[in-house]
């Protein structure tokens, strides 16, 4: 067939009141360069090439991805085709269903209930759903799942991809019976992290019976409509066809339709169905709960509401990729509520999740700290572009478009750097003493101190130490100074006192490398 390309770079304005570990990002192949663009519009044309190479690579007939940055869209492109059989482009209002995307739509319903007051995480969840009570754990001390253990994959239910995926379809009735039968366990709950869909559509049932209300109409009415999401929902159905981009998959060196699937019970797990331009709002939404600050909420769900989505569970995994110098990029991760929580050593902080379905795949993330979302949606079963969507953000990282936000600096903060200069230039902390907290001088004595500071001024010869403090808080942060002979690194902790006082000292001599 020949594939029909388009592109489109829009800026939309976007109201900030706007998968399964398995699929975590992969190391790009091998084609991909690891460039360092210096732009926008540099990163632009490399991104647009890593999706290319992936679309060819894993047979996916269309495409859309997108790229949204303080809360405005800043690139977005489609490729390909959304229908096969009567040839018709992906574009910008493209229905997709987005598979395990949805999960973190049913997490923060979940979230938003206990701000209510109306469930706890911690209660279990058969206080919510009666037909839990009566299953059978598999051991005699296992705990009883609790609601917090449904969201973060710990509730000791075996990894059900690609079967949960069809029981899409199940009937409420059908669903209440397969809880009455109860699930076998893999393993005790609370004992170690495992993706469960069966673990997510109990949720979807927790909300309609705490709601009063199906899930699906819940997350509609209180999340998806407020955040401006007009063409976003289950029931696929009920989408006029011409937009939606319809499945396929690929086998046996050809693409075959996947059937569509009904919204049914599992929907809460994997049901939802939208366009680029919609879940750029939640992307939007989710981005702008970062930083904590004062402020009106404008959001259908209170801003650290949706950090709490964010804060992971107690079962880390590393994670490795190539980095941009063809060298091991070393991270770690954890599932939390709907989202997984994982760091890197180029982008820092990000926040992402897969969806893998028949006829589809997904990948989104955010980088919190950098205020950059990034998403990505296809029409091939199990086909989630992970790989060049991290890559994508790799190199907005690279090229300077999203540099992380700097934290303020506090009076406090202010005070205990300038009494950190003038001990350096004294070489005494006797000259900031009425600044330093009751342990200060208990830990290291004025004398001692005296000592340690003659040394390291000997060491360093003549130091500027103009420049300005980087907080990692509101009470501590580091320094770098220049020096004759090297630098100076180093850091100010305050103590938890009114008015705060220094608790601690640290400077680090780094000498000028010899010729």
């Not at 937009?243 to 009904?262: I, S």
């Not at 379905?357 to 079963?381: E, K, Q």
Request: proline content about 8%; glycine content about 10%; some cysteine.
């Amino acid at each position: 067939m020949n594939r029909r390309l388009l592109s489109a770079a829009l800026v939309l304005a976007l109201a900030a009141g706007a998968p399964a570990l398995a699929q975590a990002p992969q190391t790009p192949p091998a084609a991909a360069p690891a460039l360092r663009p210096t732009s926008l519009a540099e990163a632009i044309p490399l991104i647009d090439a890593g999706f290319d190479r992936w679309q060819a690579q894993a047979h996916a007939p269309g495409l859309i991805y997108g790229v949204v940055k303080d809360g405005a869209i800043i690139h977005l492109r489609m490729a390909g085709q959304r229908r096969l059989e009567d040839p018709a482009p992906v574009e910008t209002d493209t229905l997709f269903r987005i598979a395990s995307m949805s999960k973190a739509f049913t997490a923060l319903a979940i979230l938003k209930l206990r701000d209510e007051g109306r469930l706890s995480l911690d209660a279990p969840a058969e206080t919510y759903v009666p037909e839990v009570a009566d299953w059978i754990y598999p051991t005699t001390d296992s705990p009883r799942i609790r609601v917090r253990d449904l969201l973060n994959h710990v509730g000791g239910l075996v990894t059900d991809d690609p079967w949960g995926d069809r029981q899409q379809v199940l009937t409420e009735a059908e669903f209440t019976a397969l809880l009455e039968d109860g699930p076998p366990f893999t393993r005790a709950p609370v004992t170690a992290f495992e993706y469960s869909n069966y673990g997510y559509a109990l949720l979807g049932r927790i909300i309609s019976n705490v709601s009063g209300r199906p899930y699906q109409t819940y997350i509609t009415e209180e999340i998806m409509r407020p955040l401006g999401m007009t063409s976003t929902g289950y029931d696929v159905f009920a989408s006029d066809l011409d937009q939606r981009a319809l499945g396929y998959r690929w086998e046996n060196e050809a693409w075959a339709p996947e059937p569509d699937m009904r919204d049914g019970a599992f929907g809460a797990m994997g049901g939802v169905q939208t366009n680029a331009p919609d879940y750029a709002k939640w992307v939007a939404f989710l981005a702008s709960a970062w930083p904590a600050r004062d402020g009106p909420e404008t959001g259908p769900v209170r801003r650290s509401t949706v950090r709490e989505m964010a804060s992971g569970s107690n079962f880390v995994s590393p994670r490795l990729r190539t980095g941009p110098d063809g060298q091991p990029c070393p991270g770690a991760g954890a599932y939390d509520m709907g989202l997984q929580v994982a760091t890197d050593c180029e982008i820092g902080t990000y926040l992402a999740h897969g969806g893998g379905y028949p006829g589809y795949g997904s990948y989104m993330m955010v980088l919190p700290d950098r205020g950059l979302g990034l998403f990505a949606f296809s029409n091939r079963t199990y086909a989630g572009p992970s790989a060049p969507l991290m890559e994508a953000a790799a190199l907005l990282v690279r090229a300077g478009v999203a540099p992380v936000r700097t934290i303020p600096l506090s009076d406090d903060l202010a005070a205990g750097y300038a009494a950190t200069q003038a001990i350096f230039a004294a070489g005494d902390v006797a000259v900031a003493q009425e600044r330093l907290a009751m342990n200060f001088l208990m830990d290291r004595s004025v004398e001692n101190w005296r000592t340690v500071l003659g040394a390291l001024k000997a060491d360093t010869g003549a130091c500027d130490t103009s420049s300005a403090i980087a907080p990692n808080g509101a009470l501590a942060g580091f320094f770098d100074w220049s020096c004759d002979n090297g630098r100076v690194n180093g850091r100010v902790l305050m103590a938890p006192t009114e008015p705060a006082t220094i608790q601690a000292l640290n400077f680090r001599f780094v000498p000028t490398p010899a010729p």
